[in-house]
């Protein structure tokens, strides 16, 4: 009972003093028989060790060790998740995939406590297994052996990301002034430094307050993917890509890169931002949540049984949507679309809606192609801009591209230099126009009308 009572007594103010004070009374707790209080200590050493210092103690390693083993043997299963995510970093990987085992064993006796036998658990992942193969991509964020092991083992993998700012892109004025009355695009603006200056005087706030997650959203996943590397570039902090791809297995991966020169100062898997950054998180509606429609209990097994790349892909979203320094960009097709799990990780999250081009900005679109492509330079931009309505800017700058190809093909076959003619350019802007819309039956009769014309020509040639 002394030694007890004595456990209770609050430690000297020296952080590794503290920690070794925390870990006898832990031991001495122990020994009298008191496992939870010891469990208990041992987490309060390492955390006395984990504050103000780079790394923990040996001791204080050995002590969270023994709070493992110690949650284990009480059947903790939530301390045990939790000491396994302070604990993993130290671990070997042999020593991982042991701990996993043993949480997947407390989630299963914990099920069995319900009624639920392993034999039950074992046909449910099974058919889970059946229907995901039938289905499409798993639950699971990352598989547990990814074709991408960089992800997998904690490294961004590392390449140029072209920088575009708000000046370098087009068709997005509507958009950018929303972003501007959120402060972003305005570094360097005398007088809106000036006036958050003001502001932070009146308010007595030392700096504008902390933006939330932003959800840029668009009929055109290209469209929202753009403006949101725009605004990335207009930020200019170092930034951290994730994005779901998918293998030639037909399993669905998460892949994370980085700015080369961005690198070494993120190592953003394994320990978070250090200092104010960006995470990107493109096409955010197709990733698939590892924790969909799932009861608690079944919940702890899925997460116990993710791989480690997966969990820290988690646990990094956490850390930068907590942290005030970095800002937390998404895309997506519609809020609607992005899984609740998602969402409630970037809380609080804003939706910034990116609607289809209006007529000054295509006309702007036009104007960028333009600029690019000489050889379109001829065509009606009036004309073009009137019969490019209902499309997104990526299917315009795609039409524009194909037309060009195709012409320049031409004037290779010819020997001679070949420009974009309005037949060529109209069939391919046809392609992209919904069957439905007049702008499609317009663009249908003119190229049927051309196309009529070239052959009447042809006849006048032939006679």
Known sequence: MLENMDANVPPCDDGAAAARDYLNRATA?????????????????????VEGAESPSEDAILGLKQAWRVACSTKE?????????????????DEVTACAEQLQGLALDRLEEFGVSRDDIEEMSAAFTQDMMAMGPPLALMPPTPPAPSAEAGQPDVHPIDIITYDTVSGYETVIERMRALGIGMAGNPDFDDFVSLLNARHGLDAMPVIDSLLFCSPAREDAGRFMLATVGELGLPAVRMRMEETFQGMSVLCVSAQAEDADKLNAVRRGFEGGGVLVLEDLDLWGSPLA???????????????????????????????????????????DDVDPFFLDLLNPVSCIDIEL?????????????????????????????????????????MAAREAVEEAYKQGLVARRYQPVTRQNLFDKLAAYQPLESAEYAELERVVVSDFAAGLDNLEDLLS
């Open 77 to 93: 299963r939530a301390l045990a998740e939790y000491i396994f995510e302070r604990l993993e970093p130290y671990l070997s990987n």
């Open 357 to 397: 081009p209006s007529v000054a900005e295509r006309t702007d679109v036009w104007m960028d192609i333009a600029r690019s492509h000489p050889s379109l330079r001829s065509l009606n931009r009036d004309e073009l801009v009137r019969l490019t309505a209902n499309m997104p800017r990526y299917d315009i700058y």
């Open 29 to 49: 707790a122990c020994e009298a028989g008191d496992a939870r209080l010891g469990l208990h200590l041992y987490l309060a050493a390492f955390e006395e060790a």
């Open 293 to 335: 429609e799932m009861a608690d209990d079944i919940n702890g097994l899925i997460m116990a049984s993710m791989s480690r790349g997966a969990r820290e892909a988690v646990n990094l979203i956490r850390q930068a949507v907590e942290n005030p320094e970095v800002y937390v960009l998404a895309s997506a097709t519609s809020i």
